[in-house]
Nanobody, 127 residues
Framework: QVQLVESGGGLVQAGDSLRLSCAGSGRTFSGYTMGWFRQAPGKEREFVAF????????YYADSVKGRFIISRDNAQITVYLQMNSLKPEDTAVYYC????????????????????WGQGTQVTVSS
């Protein structure tokens, strides 16, 4: 079993930056693919980014490409999401997810591809 705990959310103004962290415990996830998703009120949970097991491959949703950066530190069992140039439409609860496989597929943009989830952290961007 893998436990994931997100942190780093908060209230910021448009144009500001935030860095989210996702700390893992219970089992090393150095071989896991990790993803970030977000869910705004009244909307479905949507894909933000994923990173492969060694950090060598990343993939982003078009809505965040060029503004967000996903990274990982396997020694610290932590995944990060650096969010720059934040917009009001980035307001959502952000969730970290882990998939117990190194395989990269297009399915990684879907929530059902992941085996473990964190509880989420709220990000609010004011205009």
């Amino acid at each position: 079993q893998v436990q994931l705990v997100e942190s780093g959310g908060g209230l910021v103004q448009a144009g500001d930056s935030l860095r989210l962290s996702c700390a893992g415990s219970g089992r090393t996830f150095s071989g896991y693919t990790m993803g970030w998703f977000r869910q705004a009120p009244g909307k479905e949970r949507e894909f933000v980014a994923f990173i492969n097991w060694n950090g060598g491959r990343t993939y982003y949703a078009d809505s965040v490409k060029g503004r967000f950066i996903i990274s990982r530190d396997n020694a610290q069992i932590t995944v990060y999401l650096q969010m720059n140039s934040l917009k009001p439409e980035d307001t959502a609860v952000y969730y970290c997810a882990a998939r117990s496989s190194r395989e990269l597929t297009v399915a990684l943009t879907r929530t059902n591809a992941y085996d473990f989830w964190g509880q989420g952290t709220q990000v609010t961007v004011s205009s």
